[in-house]
């Protein structure tokens, strides 16, 4: 692509400035504190599916964050409180019509609340920032994952057998998903049996399975299943947040750590340092807390009804 | 042929699924946030003409399909193949009716038409966009009445079946696009 000029029109610029400007005021007006965390790190997740773009800097190695989350819990670490940062992420191999490798970010915490209150206060978020569209549905809907999987794949996700699963994603795709894992095959069927259905405006949806669980805390649900303490947020079918109960105990982190490394070096995947800046923070003691993170630029698409991140974005990666 | 991976998928790249050749129409990537990268393919098979939709992961990859576009002139047929001329090197291929398909009404002989080549084997044929066909049956032409709209189904020799305006007599011969079916003018 040659073009010089904006993917984004002016209009929609403007529809951005005014987004990001009723973010910081919500936020002002329930006191949490906006945090300018590094976007450039010395060290990064483990994530077996997210891959981050590394840089240097004097000499050292370092990584471009792709979420401001292991800096802000070392915040609320120190004892902090409430607080949010709005800013760029960055993934690596992530581009298409919802992804640009830099995206902007909004992630914030909430000392002492549960996932439920988080999430109430995500929708309201949310609905707040589409309200300033008319025309775009606000409609609220909150559900399980159990119950939106089982209503439109005919199961129940977590006591569903391996085989099965496999054998419903080789169907969907093709024979060579039939070895695959648990955590991949949900999200083969969920992302092309169940998301193309959920409702109009946003949904919520909480208590992901045990094996998707990344920094959520387990618990066990109300038929006796363990479930990560996940939820997510969707608008017209679009997935634009990600939240957690979040783990705080020191030990299990640094076995999920290990999982990661060990899943990423059986994929031959780079295997990144743990980091351990972000372990001791955690081995200090941090408080129970919620915490949720928003791509706006989706948030953005969904509130001007356009199908292409490029089209919220000044220069996508294509233009740059 | 060459293995292709999902992030070298382009619209327009032939390959195989299932034994059989595709063309890729669309490739979208999906990731969920916490997941693993899909591939979203839609795909065209070029034996049945039918759309379908796969989901690969990111990094699979799908053998080449040895499928060519070669233009070629149609000569005869003899009722069981119908028989095309590579007008370079004279070679002749003989399609199958499935092959030549929806072009088979519009076939004339000596018209250049798209042939879709398989491992060296007809698999389609498109006709040319405008063809230029004899009328063989319609109703006698109505002299005078050129000015007034309406139309009449006409036969034409390659057997298609063409709505002309009604001044139009057997004999005549007119033009028609191919894709839709419908008259262009008469030819004098």
């Given amino acids: ?320 | 042929m060459a293995n292709y991976s999902t992030n070298e998928f382009r619209s327009g790249l032939k390959v195989m699924l299932d034994g059989d050749p595709c063309s890729i129409l669309e490739n979208e990537f999906v990731k969920p946030g916490k997941g693993q990268a899909f591939s979203r393919v839609k795909l065209r098979n070029l034996k049945t003409s039918r759309v379908l939709e796969k989901t690969f992961k990111s990094g699979e990859s799908l053998e080449g399909a040895d499928v060519m576009d070669q233009d070629m002139q149609y000569l005869y047929t003899d009722g069981d193949f119908w028989y095309f001329m590579e007008p370079d090197t004279f070679e002749q291929h003989q399609a199958t009716e499935s092959a030549v398909g929806d072009a088979l009404p519009w076939l004339s002989e000596q018209d250049v038409c798209m042939v879709t080549l398989y491992n060296g084997s007809p698999l389609s044929v498109m006709p040319p966009n405008h063809v230029e066909i004899e009328i063989i049956e319609t109703d006698p032409g109505l002299r005078g009445d050129t000015a007034q709209g309406g139309s009449k189904p006409a036969k034409l020799v390659t057997g298609a079946v063409v709505k002309v305006p009604l001044f139009l007599d057997q004999g005549d011969v007119i033009k028609v696009d191919t894709r839709t079916g419908e008259y262009q003018g008469r030819v004098k």
Wanted: aromatic share 8%.
């Fill in chain 1, 1 to 320: 692509m040659d073009k010089w000029q904006p993917g984004a029109s002016l209009n929609t610029l403007r529809h951005r400035a005014a987004m990001l400007s009723s973010v910081r005021e919500f936020f002002k007006q329930r006191s949490v504190l906006e945090v300018d965390v590094p976007v450039m790190g010395k060290a990064t997740v483990t994530d077996l599916n997210i891959d981050s773009i590394t840089t240097s800097a004097v000499g050292e190695q370092g990584y471009l964050q792709t979420s401001p989350e292991y800096f802000m819990k070392r915040l609320l670490a120190s004892g902090i409180g409430d607080i949010y940062f709005m800013g760029k992420a960055f993934r690596d191999g992530e581009v298409g019509l919802k992804h640009n490798p830099e995206f902007t970010i909004l992630e914030w915490y909430r000392c002492g609340w549960d996932d439920h209150q988080l999430m109430s206060e995500l929708a309201e978020l949310i609905s707040l920032l589409l309200a300033e569209e008319v025309g775009i549905s606000r409609d609220i809907t909150k559900m399980s994952y159990s119950d939106c999987f089982s209503d439109s794949v005919g199961f129940d996700p977590h006591s569903a057998e391996l085989r099965n699963l496999q054998s419903l994603a080789a169907k969907l795709s093709s024979q060579s998903w039939i070895n695959e894992t648990r955590a991949n095959c949900l999200d083969l069927i969920f992302s092309s049996q169940v998301e193309p259905h959920l409702p109009c405006g946003i949904t919520i949806i909480y208590d992901y399975p045990e094996c998707q669980a990344a920094l959520a805390q387990i618990s066990v649900n109300s038929a006796g299943q363990n479930v990560s303490k996940r939820f997510e947020a969707f608008v017209n079918g679009v997935e634009i947040a990600n939240g957690y109960l979040e783990l705080t105990d020191a030990c299990e982190q640094r076995e999920r750590f290990k999982h990661d490394r060990k899943a990423r070096e059986l994929l031959s995947k780079t295997v990144v340092p743990v980091d351990q800046k972000f372990l001791n923070a955690l081995n200090s003691g941090i408080p129970a807390c919620a915490g949720v993170a928003v791509g706006l630029d989706r948030l953005l698409m969904g509130a001007l009804g356009v199908n292409s991140i490029d089209q919220v974005l000044t220069f996508s990666w294509l233009r740059c």
